[in-house]
């Protein structure tokens, strides 16, 4: 029996899902919110087939389908798949210069977010093989898959250190993170054309959709879209653009991904006999998880991010939740895992009433209504307690994982489908004594997390 929770849940997904053609092929695909991202989102779309599977894997394959419908020649996958007609999100699809590489009515952004469509189809493939079910749908997109990390490998590893770069804060998904903040900031305003400024004052739609104090401030919206304009004149050429960027960052939290992706990408390929295949990912994410662990300071008791524009290698530290990423992939050494867990469980940092904040409330960086500046999301919820799941011999890992999988699950059930929610600090004088969704409301990211966690840990989520 379908409980009413799951079905508000899947209303949701459904009343947000658009239908878009291509080729003669229709997909359904679901953005995430009707308030404001009108469009397909990347690592939404994969999230959303995580919870769908469950109800229909038709609907699944189609969010992961579409996605790679947009593929670009060269193996890339932009993080936001427009809808045709829609107006109303800005940046619009015209302003990326990107439709002579996209395919056809699947205009695409010229940015990656974070690799999860190899996580969300070995899912997928997992749950229809414990079910008996045929998985032709997920042998389909295999190949597109492939393509998809030979591109990664090929371009946003060129040093082949293990770490993906980035070359833009939306390529990490935390688009505001203070992760981010000395590179953004050595971009000087002063050098940011004044014909972008005037864009982003006149057209930037966030703001009036949404309260300011969410979103991110003006000047960093500035240096955004001044990034963006620098890389259409590259042509979106990887490598060009890699040469003369000033925002280029070795990213932990993206490096984890990738390597939970390739390890996800080898279980297909074994599940299909095709061992040669399966070794090569399974080795991808071996160097990937090593060089992860190198990155870990002692001293500063977290990871280290690399700026590496201009050919520099200079460390970035960052009191945010991408320290606890590595226990996704399972690159955290024991020693590591024990000082990670002591940040993670303390109430004061990490382990607030509603866990995980987006940034530790000790940090000088963190602000409790702008995201990712502190409030709490359900997608890294998700990957933290799937990290901590997977150290089976650490106890106090499997009571964190017990209790982070029933209290995401309880937050978005009583509290609603919100994009982000309050951590209830009461640092915040807006949100004091009071625990309120954030964000946008009727959020499909949410609801597919709380279908996940549902069908995943029965046992958990009553
Ligand atoms: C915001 C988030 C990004 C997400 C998008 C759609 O831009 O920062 O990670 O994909 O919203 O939900």
Known sequence: MISEDEL????????????????????????????????????????HAMGLVYYDPQWAYEELASLLAAQWENGFIGHI???????????????????????????????????????????????????????????????GVVRYHNYLKRFRDREDSGLLTIIHPWESGCDNSPRWDSVMESIDLKTIPQRIIDLVRTNRKDISASTELNRPRAEYYYRYLYLIDVYKQQQWDTDAIL????????????SSIWAKANQSLAAIMKRRGRIKEADYFSSLAEQTNETIRKCWNEKAHSYANFDVS???????????????????????????????LTQL????????????????PKS?????????????????????????????????????????????????????????YDPNTGLADTYKDTFSGMGYADFSWSAAIYLYLKNKYPEIVR
């Open 364 to 420: 000088p960086f963190f602000e409790i209504t702008r995201y990712w500046r502190g409030p709490t999301w359900p997608i890294v919820n998700l990957f933290i307690l799937e990290g901590l799941k997977g150290y089976t011999a650490h106890k106090q890992c499997q009571k964190l994982f017990k209790e982070l999988v029933k209290k995401t699950a309880d937050m978005i059930r009583t509290i609603g489908f919100y994009e982000t």
């Open 243 to 254: 040469d003369i960027t000033p925002f280029a960052v070795k990213d932990v939290q993206v």
């Open 345 to 360: 469980s303390d109430p004061q940092k990490y382990w607030t009433k509603y866990p995980v904040p987006s940034v530790s």
């Open 310 to 340: 201009h050919g520099q290698k200079k460390p970035i530290y960052s009191d945010d939740f991408a320290n606890f990423m590595p226990l996704y992939s399972h690159a955290a050494s024991d020693k590591q895992v024990t000082a990670l």
């Open 81 to 143: 798949i427009y809808s045709e007609d829609e107006k109303r999100y800005f940046p619009t699809k015209e302003l990326w210069g990107t439709e002579k590489f996209s395919q056809k009515s699947f205009v695409s952004s010229g940015f990656i977010q974070p690799p999860l469509l190899a996580i969300s189809l070995n899912h997928i493939d997992e749950v229809l093989h414990d079910k008996g079910e045929k998985t032709d749908g997920v042998d389909s997109l295999i190949a």
């Open 8 to 47: 508000r849940a899947l209303e949701l997904l459904k009343n947000n899902t658009k239908i878009a053609t291509l080729n003669g092929k229709t997909y359904r695909r679901t953005p995430p919110s009707e308030h404001y991202y009108l469009h397909q989102f990347f690592w939404d779309s994969c999230t």
